[in-house]
């Protein structure tokens, strides 16, 4: 028997089933949960497909870059709506004191967790699917043509995603609602040093190797290699992946040692402001 | 087999410390199976910091807690689909319809045949007319019947239950009480019960402990705590301790 009992490998797939039972039951009753998915990945699109469209009949560089402005829009949706969708999903239990009927619960903390993987990638496919439909009928942009590397490229964002929501999840369940903003804003830390618009070359030398450090900036490196050179690095991949098992790893032992602070300071009971 | 296998919760020397305040201050009891105990105590007395360790909630600073054999919280997991809780200060998904909340718990605590299960429910605590309604829009009331409804799905071996019937009317407050009795009675089940309604207390324990600043001070049957502060009800004995009148009394003589 393992020392920690959250940490347990008895799994079980009906629990995580009910779970995600439970999130989809809330989703399809609220259609403004739903409008939600796609407004926002649908403006971020338009405006940038809008802009890319300006600049390249404007520079030669751009024209022969189609389509990378609204590659990096949708890519870092997914690694941005990834998180959200899972943070989300934890935040709503949350907001409906349910916590404490989840908590006291059989279900283990990893069935939780995989419930919330779950979760984030169906709010993201209900968020993002049409928008990609929307870049081919707005820009000739199609993502889906990307083929593998569109399944590289969104295995390795997803467990990013995924990586920060744990971590996001354990902060709220130690401090409660007052860790609320960072489960909106601490994608954003990522939007410049992952270099989502721009190569890695352009930062100064000492942050790109900050930037090295995250595995989204191989995925989008590894975009405008394959947009503008026609090249799908492998390698980058490969090392994306490196770096997203060192990062999952990390985020769930923080995980598992904030759930144990929790429980020691009582942080479970409250877990209002 | 000793004393604490045998118990259905078994509490020995438990210390709860938030960093300066000692919220439960070496506290020992055991609950029989099929046993029904009041916990009282004022605000801080440390009742619902108890309840929240024998769930496994809290990690106790030192101490054993044991429920149904397993050491809490540590081997939680292996016992908690045998437990259940209700407490009107955690809700239901507000969205979720009645039916839809129970089914998701019932497939969280591993009840087999869910439908049949919820239907029996829906008879028992007369939830018929409102199961497919959402749970926000239910009076306090019906709230409360569902909440019960959620805490007997998996038919437990063991029910804390941290005020049942606050904010209730003594109409439905009576008519909680009965249905707990019922369960009592059909399961052999054991009731921890944290309350401030003395009536209630007196109506379903066979057993009081009281607290008071994260300590017993008394731990008897309802008649035998009248009987030792000399009072009519327990509300009287309730506020004796409270006020630490035995105290004061005892010193005088």
Redesign the interface.
């Given at each position: 028997m393992t020392?920690n009992?959250d940490v347990?490998l008895?799994f079980?797939l009906?629990?995580v089933?009910?779970?995600v039972?439970?999130y989809w039951?809330?989703l399809r009753?609220?259609w403004p949960r739903i409008l939600d998915l796609v407004y926002w990945p649908t403006v971020q699109m338009l405006m940038w497909g809008f802009l890319q469209l300006y600049v390249s009949q404007n520079a030669g560089f751009f024209a022969r870059a189609g389509g990378v402005f609204i590659g990096s829009v949708l890519l870092w949706d997914i690694l941005f709506r990834g998180q959200l969708g899972f943070s989300i999903s934890f935040l709503?239990e949350m907001y409906?004191?349910?916590l404490?009927?989840?908590?006291?619960?059989?279900?283990?903390p990893v069935e939780f967790i995989a419930s919330l993987m779950i979760m984030s990638i169906i709010r993201l496919s209900i968020g993002m699917v049409p928008v990609t439909f929307l870049a081919i009928a707005f820009f000739g942009f199609n993502l889906w043509s990307l083929g593998l590397a569109l399944a590289a490229f969104f295995v390795n964002l997803i467990l990013t995603s995924w990586s920060i929501g744990i971590f996001v999840a354990g902060l709220l369940l130690r401090n409660g609602m007052g860790a609320e903003s960072l489960a909106w804003t601490i994608m954003f830390l990522f939007l410049p040093l992952t270099c989502v618009y721009y190569p890695v070359a352009v930062l100064p030398h000492w942050l790109q190797y900050v930037s090295w450090a995250l595995p989204p900036t191989y995925v989008f490196e590894g975009m405008r290699a394959l947009l503008i050179d026609h090249v799908f690095r492998t390698d980058l991949m490969l090392e994306a992946l490196g770096f997203n098992a060192v990062l999952f790893a990390a985020a769930s032992f923080a995980f598992t040692k904030l759930l144990?602070s929790a429980?020691?300071?009582?942080s479970?009971?409250q877990t209002g402001e | 087999m000793d004393a604490s296998a045998q118990s259905a919760i078994s509490v020995d020397r438990l210390t709860?410390i938030?960093k300066s305040t000692t919220?439960v201050d070496g506290i020992s009891f055991r609950l029989p199976p099929g046993s029904v105990t009041g916990l009282l105590g004022g605000n801080g007395a440390g009742k619902?910091?108890t309840i929240?360790i024998i769930?496994?909630?809290?990690?106790p600073t030192s101490g054993h807690v044991a429920v149904l054999g397993a050491a809490m919280?540590?081997?939680?997991?292996r016992v908690?689909?045998r437990?259940?809780?209700e407490?009107p200060?955690?809700?239901?998904?507000?969205?979720?319809?009645v039916r839809?909340n129970l089914?998701?718990?019932a497939?969280?605590?591993?009840v087999e045949q869910i439908g049949e299960r919820i239907a029996q429910l829906a008879v028992d605590l007369d939830l018929g007319e409102f199961l497919d309604r959402?749970t926000g829009k239910l009076s306090a009331g019906q709230k409360t019947r569902v909440s019960l409804a959620?805490s007997l799905l998996n038919r437990p071996e063991v029910l804390l239950l941290d005020e049942p019937t606050a904010s209730l009317d003594p109409d439905t407050a009576d008519w909680v009480r009965t249905r707990l009795e019922n369960y009592r009675r059909e399961r052999n089940a054991t009731i921890l019960l944290a309350s401030h309604n003395m009536n209630e207390v007196e109506r379903l324990c066979e057993r009081v402990i009281i607290m008071k600043r994260g300590r017993i001070e008394d731990d008897a049957a309802p008649d035998r705590l009248l009987a030792r502060y000399g009072r009519e009800t327990l509300e009287e004995v309730f506020l004796d301790v409270a006020r630490g009148r035995r105290e004061q009394r005892e010193a005088a003589q």
């Open positions: 020392s009992p347990g008895n079980s009906n629990r089933g009910a779970m039972r439970r039951y809330l009753s609220s709503e409906a004191h349910n404490g009927n989840i908590m006291m619960s059989p279900l283990r144990e429980r020691k300071h009582g479970l009971l | 709860k938030y919220a619902t910091t929240a769930m496994g909630l809290v990690t919280p540590k081997e939680r997991y908690l689909h437990m259940n809780f407490s200060y955690v809700d239901m998904p507000m969205r979720l319809t839809q089914s998701v718990f497939q969280l605590y591993g959402q959620k």
